[in-house]
């Protein structure tokens, strides 16, 4: 029982919500050189209150980009040692003329901190090292060996994060990962993320001419890579809707029961889907759980852009020199960026029409899609504290997007994460007026002084 | 015999050449409003000229653009009367350091006049006036009622020419136009253009959600309007090449068979043409006549923009809330614009599949294919003259570029319009380091000596 933890934590909220406003006032925005300095400062902020809250070796570690912080308390051999991933960069505030109020000068409305990186990831992120504070206040040790790995690298897609992690091997070693970043699915419905589909991304540019060329003079003699990219993407899928790519379906393992009994359970709502993105409903409508296993569980081969010849007002007679398509594919258990990669260009390159050159290029390697074990013992001790919490068992989820984290704590250190996050995936943190719920924060606080002393008592060496 | 009139002109070719020196001098940009000025003094330019050349009525008529020059001659109410066609304005001269001498500043180089505006459409156009003089001055007569249309607009689309013609009808009334616009197909050739492909532009816009998505978190569920859209553009083709648009081909009648006897007879080289646009020969190489065939007497329905989405370095994982096309198809003899307009809307709005919003926008109402009738007698004349000067037969060609001034003329004058220009098409007149034949410009006084003569003594109320 933390109840003694819990009303530590209770007495202090107003203190804590102060302390977040700081964090949230510093414009550690990754992406935009000029904010450097500031983003330096938010690692030391990070690192500032980790040796407050009493975590030992606590570091800043450079990169050849944003510094990683790291910090760590081991209190017995024989307990289960948790580390806890967060960032503590945002992503840009712009447009800033739609935020009501400033996004760097936090502000409560409604029980809402509204901020940039309030809820991605500076609020759920601050939650654990508040709670290992509280142990280390009320208790003198945690019951669990704590370690926190901090970057700022997470809003440009962490380029550096997977070398530093391989030079703090040490540093890091630990029996599991639980993620501060990541996202509650619906605010409505305790669950957790157990699957992601992974990436692949790539470029192709069709080449016709040296130049471009006058379409009155030369049509019908000349070649028109618009056309012929045209013909190229049309080709990737059927008119059934489902990828054209011979292999493209190689491969895929059936998903986690418990993801198909959430899909079922959950009456996902294809209209209201519809309404709430602006688009108009197909006839016949689809079903919401058809609809949300397409999001969840079924790979896409999604254009992404169409570049090529004229874009602006009115017309321009030309046939342009090149034509290009941008490409990103989600892909489920079982599928092989790299085989996926390998079936998309045997694709295109038997069906370039002659006249035409072609050029593929591929955006970094990808990932491939992550799944939990349903059987990981930790999934079942933050199941049990959410059910505590909420009354009701949190629902397994899957994640249409890619969470390439959970594969570079697999690959560098052989363990897996699981999101244990507060953010609500609605808290417009990639838009204006991000936000952060206040009524999350505190039920964060709770649920992860609940879920460190489980894992301790229920762990122990079972997850090595 | 025009032997007298060849004597006088022969005798001033230096002075000629001075003259259009100074006319090209003027930069008289019709798309730079910053050279509204120097518009206007071309337009001086020309009146001048008129006025010394000894023509009546010389007038300079504003419009809602650049303004219109006419002049005219009239000796013989049973003369013909001809009305001459040019423009005094040029082609922007960007970019300015790929010239080798300043666009304004003519140069000659081996027998070249270099300077923008000096092939198109300058030294053509000052041809006739000279050679109006050169029979005024010798003779104290024209051996036609001669008139004269400069405007200031072409390189711009001509948008208020059509206009401005119905408010000059009196002065404009005519038997024939000879267009001192237009160009030679090659220099190794002599030809006469009779036939030009139509003109068709439209635009259509696919829309999907009402704003950009994430395409993890949407992919499999959300509309994708770059995928629905290359799929509508791609079924625009069959696979043999031709148009699938059901009733595209309406109406076509068969071309002159002159031009289809010029097809066979000039040997067209399939390789050269692909190595000169620097493209991949296809396989099999098409034949030299099947090629030029295309290009002149077969429509096309040709993609000249793909807009969508992200088209920057990198990749974004964006499914776009719309993309869009721009298509122009070039029309031949018999397919009505409207009709083929119409057509594409049906077959695009039959395939937009559901979830989807179909917007489609025409640019303008778009030309139809021009085409002089095989046995109009100007034509004999002018194909006379020029065997008289090259030895040979000139051959019919047609253009695979639209010339609108034809159509303009038929409609608003109900008269022809024969092209009578000594530019040639390579001459780079849109492009850096446009230059002018002297050559062709010494020819082309003699020409229209010729010309003018035969026209007056062969053809009288014949062409009316």
Redesign the interface.
């Known amino acids: 029982m933390t109840t003694d933890i819990e009303a530590h934590l209770a007495a202090r909220v107003d203190r804590y919500v102060a302390e977040l406003r700081d964090f949230c006032a510093i414009p550690s925005i990754s992406a935009q050189p000029a904010h450097k300095a500031d983003v330096e400062r938010a690692a030391r902020f990070a690192a500032d209150r980790l040796t407050t809250a009493g975590l030992a070796d606590v570091a800043i570690h450079p990169t050849e980009g944003h510094p990683v912080v790291t910090a760590g308390w081991h209190g017995d051999d024989h307990a289960p040692t948790v580390l806890v991933y967060g960032h503590y960069d945002v992503q840009p505030p712009e447009p800033l003329d739609a935020w009501q109020s400033p996004p760097f000068e936090p502000t409560v409305r409604d029980d809402r901190l509204y901020a940039r990186g309030a809820s991605d990831d500076k609020g759920p992120l601050l939650i654990p090292i508040l709670v290992a504070e509280a142990f280390l206040a009320v208790r003198g040790s945690l019951p669990v060996n704590l370690k926190f790995l901090i970057e700022g690298e997470e809003e440009t897609g962490s380029p550096h994060l997977e070398a530093a992690m391989g030079g703090l091997a040490d540093r890091l070693a630990a029996d599991l990962v639980l993620s501060a970043d990541g996202a509650m699915w619906r605010a409505d419905l305790p669950s957790v993320i157990v699957a992601s ?1 992974g ?1 692949l ?1 790539l ?1 192709l540019i069709v080449e ?4 471009d ?12 890579p ?2 012929a ?3 190229l ?3 990737l ?1 059927g008119a059934d809707g489902r990828v054209a790519v011979a292999g493209f379906y190689d491969g895929i393992r059936p998903p986690d029961p418990a993801i198909l009994r959430t899909i079922e359970a959950v009456g996902f709502d294809p209209g209201l ?2 309404t709430e ?7 016949p409508l ?1 079903a919401g759980a058809e ?2 296993r ?2 969840w569980l ?1 790979p ?1 081969l ?10 602006g007002d ?7 020199a090149w ?4 490409i ?1 594919c ?1 892909l489920v258990a079982g599928q092989d960026p790299d085989r996926v990669f390998e079936a998309i260009c045997a694709h295109l390159e038997q069906r370039c ?5 072609l050029a593929i290029t591929r ?1 970094g390697r990808g990932s491939a899609a992550a799944a939990l074990p349903p059987d990981l013992p930790a999934l079942g001790v933050v199941e049990d504290v959410l059910e505590g919490l909420h009354g009701v068992r949190p629902l397994r989820v899957a ?4 969470i390439p984290i959970g594969g570079g704590f697999r690959r560098t250190l052989g363990i897996e994460t699981v999101f244990f996050s507060f953010s609500t ?1 609605d808290e417009d943190y ?1 838009a204006p007026n991000e936000f952060f719920r206040l009524e999350s924060f505190r039920t964060g606080l709770v649920a992860w002084a609940r879920v460190l002393e489980a894992i301790g008592a229920r762990l122990g060496q079972a997850t090595r």
Not at 277 to 283: E, L, W
């Open positions: 589909r990436l991304a470029d016709g001419a040296a130049k060329l006058h379409s009155g003079r030369h049509g019908g003699s000349a070649p028109n618009l056309r990219l045209a013909a993407v049309a080709s899928h889907y519809f993105i602006g688009a108009r409903p197909p006839a689809p609809l949300l397409r999001q079924e896409t999604e254009l992404n852009g169409l570049t090529g010849g004229y874009g009115g017309t321009k007679t030309v046939i342009p034509a290009s398509a941008k990103t989600r029409p002659g006249g035409f050159g955006h994640m249409g997007a890619t995936a990639h």
